[in-house]
């Protein structure tokens, strides 16, 4: 199983011990496969164009997910039990305004708005993904999960194919025949 993604002992890999990791890694078509899964250079891309792992493009996709995460963990801080902070309307306001889709990007431009206020609440956001990332998040449950969803919705995907195949080939043979003529079936 490729693990690319997990941190190891409660810290997260630098940067280039994942690039390293990820070079050496290639998944297996199956258990019994010794020939790894050959994933083309450039089948995915990072936001620059340059190419990425399938991991990689992953643990981006994780990250936003962090960064989305703390923000709402900090909003719902700021709303306290006997009243709402004022920094709650600015950030939803700063939300409205600014879409996140890119977390680093989105984080970089909230601590370079010129409101102290959402400046610091940038650098809780920044700590709080930190930590939702190093101990919060469940990484097993995550791989579980995609495995899972992965299998069921093929299962699903096949079963509607033959289905329809299936469905579909004696009804036009049935047709065929009733009109004297022969079906392109392979059946």
């Known amino acids: 199983a490729v693990r690319a993604c997990v941190p190891v002992a409660g810290r997260a890999p630098s940067r280039l011990s994942r690039s390293r990791r990820a070079a050496r890694v290639a998944p297996r078509a199956s258990h019994d496969d010794e020939a790894p899964m050959d994933v083309p250079e450039d089948a995915f891309r990072d936001a620059q164009g340059h190419p990425v792992t399938p991991e990689r493009k992953?643990?981006?996709?994780?990250?936003?997910?962090?960064?989305?995460?703390a923000t709402r963990v900090i909003l719902d801080q700021f709303t306290g039990t006997r009243h709402r902070s004022p920094v709650y309307n600015k950030m939803v306001d700063f939300l409205a305004a600014n879409p996140l889709r890119d977390g680093n990007e989105w984080l970089a431009k909230l601590m370079r708005d010129p409101d102290n206020d959402l400046r610091v609440t940038a650098?809780?956001?920044?700590?709080?993904?930190?930590?939702?990332?190093?101990?919060?998040?469940?990484?097993?449950?995550?791989?579980?999960?995609?495995?899972?969803?992965?299998?069921?919705?093929?299962?699903?995907?096949?079963?509607?194919?033959l289905t329809s195949t299936l469905s579909a080939g004696p009804a036009e043979e049935v047709r065929a025949n009733a009109q004297g003529g022969s079906s392109s079936s392979s059946w």
């Open 58 to 69: 992953a643990a981006l996709a994780l990250g936003n997910l962090f960064t989305m995460a």
């Open 123 to 161: 650098l809780r956001i920044i700590e709080t993904r930190r930590v939702f990332a190093e101990t919060e998040f469940n990484w097993e449950i995550c791989q579980r999960v995609a495995t899972e969803e992965t299998e069921e919705d093929t299962l699903e995907i096949t079963k509607a194919f």
